[in-house]
């Protein structure tokens, strides 16, 4: 399958006046075509940080996209963009969705006009059309009487309706590549499943590719062909949804789905957290940076970052139980494992 | 709206009285009256009459009351100092000198005070900025006298001989004319708004453009120039207009020094002198006329709130 965004080794780094936050820590990973990319992790992780550097809105003099990244837009290399080609493909080829549609419209612009911008710029609509289309997106996204609600004023919209504009505004150019960052976070329950089903009916429709982010496995499940779980600032595990799922390799996969609470069991369950913390970026750890908070810890955890062990196919998980040199250490330690050990083969 | 409104005006009336009644009684508590040095050479019967003249043979209460009368219906009795001259005669006279030289200081002050601060926004940390930044705090730090002299000796003399040091147009050209009479006066009033408006513009700017919803523009693909003219100049403005009362208010009552150091005659030194020669209808009259004034005008930039920012929503009664 063909891939209309391939990121390679990407570092996004914050300075700050504590030192150098290391955001983001050499990501790679593709989005094909038509398809949906999940990226799961918990707050901090750098899954924010990687789809901004995505539209190019890393910003300095603070943001900085360290040199030697890269990231193919059909081939392209985008970071090299001038300011009219990120023009262009912002909006145009990729828009982004954020988690709190509340601060992310502006409050004195009437939502049709916030829509209509981007008609106005990408599509060389006049005023009027391109409010006419902006009505018309409304209703596409599901909001009742988008003709009077075209007038309305952000604040003038409950939350759910809020971020039903936000994906309006998105799709209104009917991008190639659509990024939505935790786009139900700020929502209760049942909205959150209305707004994931509008997004991939127009994913559908239009054939977008999607960049779903998220901290919640289970609004992954139904939207996500690939899952990549990040961790600060790493990929530890990528493959598809049900291997993601049901063959979880490295342990941080395993607890991130231990913690979410299961339907089928018995009503008082405990919620399962994760215990520590994430580690520090100003210095990350040299070894695993899960090694702290991991049951299965090994010396070698916390003196080398293990490599991608391979499990057949695109599931890669970087963890060093998976190691043929582990074997031993493990079967003296009796330690029981939730998931099955070693890959297919070592990269 | 008109509940609003209406609420808003009986405030104002309230407020009015309170203020007559607070600068009636503090004046009354200065010992000696305004015509101890007039009355000094008159004769025993000419002084009755005079202090009767001006009811100040009576006590302080009757003439609270006598006061408050005249106050609902705009009287506020005759000038001490100007004989047959009442605040209103005063204000038709002078008013129209003092207001234009106001206005011209503000519309300059303001437009280039915002165009600084835009400036100054755009280019944070970079020479402009700082240079802007600079420049508008040591405006702001200068005092009205020395920038006056300062600019009178540059362009009267001193350097140049370019332009009047003192004077104002009158008769056909009160408003609109004699513009040279009136571009160092000008010049002199303007530099303490220019200088914070840009200050107060570039906090808010800067505030505005780390906001998400910037963010999103940006992620449109809009253009710095749209995104800056379309997103973050209305929101910024919402704190200048909070400031926009003080100014206008100022642009009628701030002039005081810029009028004696131009010899402009204003309505500042008529007001001055009134207060150092304690007449007292001049005084009471023009408080009463400048809260009023200041009053309107919080309440214009009240609606004009509304107009800037959708949010906020004008109704009367109890929220």
Not at chain 1, 234 to 252: N, R, V
Request: aromatic share 10%; proline share 5%.
């Amino acid at each position: 399958m063909e891939n209309i965004l391939e990121v390679k080794d990407l570092r996004v780094s914050y300075h700050t006046y504590a030192g150098e936050v290391q955001s983001v820590r050499g990501v790679s990973f593709n989005v094909e075509r038509g398809e949906a990319l999940a990226i799961v992790g918990e707050s901090g992780c750098g899954k924010s940080v990687t789809v901004r550097a995505v539209m190019g809105l890393i910003k300095g003099p603070t943001g900085e996209v360290k040199p030697g990244s890269s990231i193919l837009y059909n081939g392209e290399e985008i970071l090299n963009y001038n300011k009219k080609q990120w023009s262009a493909y912002r909006g145009a080829e990729a828009a982004i969705i954020f988690q709190d549609a509340l601060t992310a419209l502006n409050p004195t612009m009437t939502v049709g006009k916030q829509i209509a911008e981007n008609l106005i710029i990408h599509k060389n609509l006049n005023k009027q059309e391109a409010l006419a289309e902006a009505t018309e997106m409304l209703r596409v996204v599901g909001i009742p009487e988008p003709e009077k609600r075209v007038k309305q004023y952000p604040h003038e919209f409950s939350g759910g309706m809020r971020q039903r504009v936000m994906i309006a505004i998105a799709f209104a150019c009917d991008p190639k590549l659509l990024i939505a960052d935790e786009p139900t976070t700020a929502l209760d329950v049942t909205i959150q499943a209305q707004i994931l089903d509008v997004i991939s009916d127009l994913q559908k429709q239009h054939g977008t590719s999607v960049i779903l982010i998220t901290h919640d496995l289970g609004v992954v499940a139904n939207i996500a062909k690939h899952i990549v779980v990040m961790y600060s600032g790493m990929i530890i595990e990528k493959g598809l949804c049900e291997e993601i799922f049901y063959q979880p390799k490295h342990p941080y996969t395993w607890s991130l789905l231990n913690a979410v609470p299961r339907l089928d069991l018995e009503n008082k369950q405990d919620l399962v957290a994760i215990e520590g913390t994430p580690p520090d970026l100003i210095a990350p750890p040299k070894g695993c940076p899960f090694s702290t908070r991991c049951k299965y810890c090994m010396n070698i955890c916390n003196e080398r970052m293990p490599e991608f062990t391979s499990f057949g196919g695109e599931h890669k998980a970087a963890c060093w139980l998976h190691h043929p040199m582990a074997a031993n250490s493990i079967k003296e330690s009796g330690l029981e494992f939730p998931f099955e050990l070693g890959g297919v083969e070592n990269e | 709206m008109l509940k609003y409104t209406i609420q808003r005006f009986f405030a104002m009336i309230l407020t009015l009285i309170i203020i007559a009644t607070a600068t009636f009684f503090l004046l009354a508590a200065v010992p000696g009256d305004p015509l101890v040095t007039k009355a000094e050479r008159l004769s025993e019967e000419q002084k009755e009459r005079m202090y009767a003249k001006y009811g100040l043979d009576k006590g302080v209460l009757e003439r609270y009351i006598i006061t408050m009368k005249g106050f609902f219906v705009g009287d506020f009795g005759e000038s001490i100092t100007f004989p047959g001259e009442t605040v209103w005669s005063i204000a038709e006279a002078k008013l129209p000198v003092s207001a234009r030289l106001g206005i011209q200081q503000m519309l300059i002050g303001i437009t280039v005070g915002l165009g600084l601060g835009i400036i100054a926004a755009m280019k944070k940390g970079t020479w402009a900025d700082y240079t802007i930044i600079t420049l508008s705090i040591l405006l702001i730090s200068i005092p009205h006298l020395v920038f006056g002299l300062l600019l009178q000796y540059i362009f009267a003399g001193g350097v140049v001989n370019i332009l009047p040091t003192i004077g104002w147009p009158e008769g056909d050209e009160l408003w609109f004319g004699g513009w040279e009479y009136t571009i160092l006066p000008t010049l002199t009033g303007c530099f303490s708004y220019i200088a914070s408006y840009t200050r107060l513009l570039k906090t808010s700017m800067l505030d505005v453009v780390n906001q998400d919803y910037v963010m999103t523009a940006e992620s449109k693909g809009l253009s710095n120039m749209r995104i800056i003219f379309k997103h973050v100049l209305r929101n910024s403005f919402i704190p200048v207009c909070t400031n926009l009362p003080m100014s206008v208010a100022m642009c009628i009552t701030g002039s005081f020094f810029i009028e004696k150091i131009f010899a402009i005659p204003g309505i500042g030194l008529y007001f001055t002198s009134a207060v150092q020669s304690r007449d007292l209808s001049i005084v009471l009259g023009w408080t009463v006329l400048i809260s009023a004034m200041y009053i309107i005008v919080v309440f214009i930039t009240d609606i004009l709130y509304t107009v800037v920012d959708p949010r906020i929503r004008i109704r009367g009664g109890k929220r």
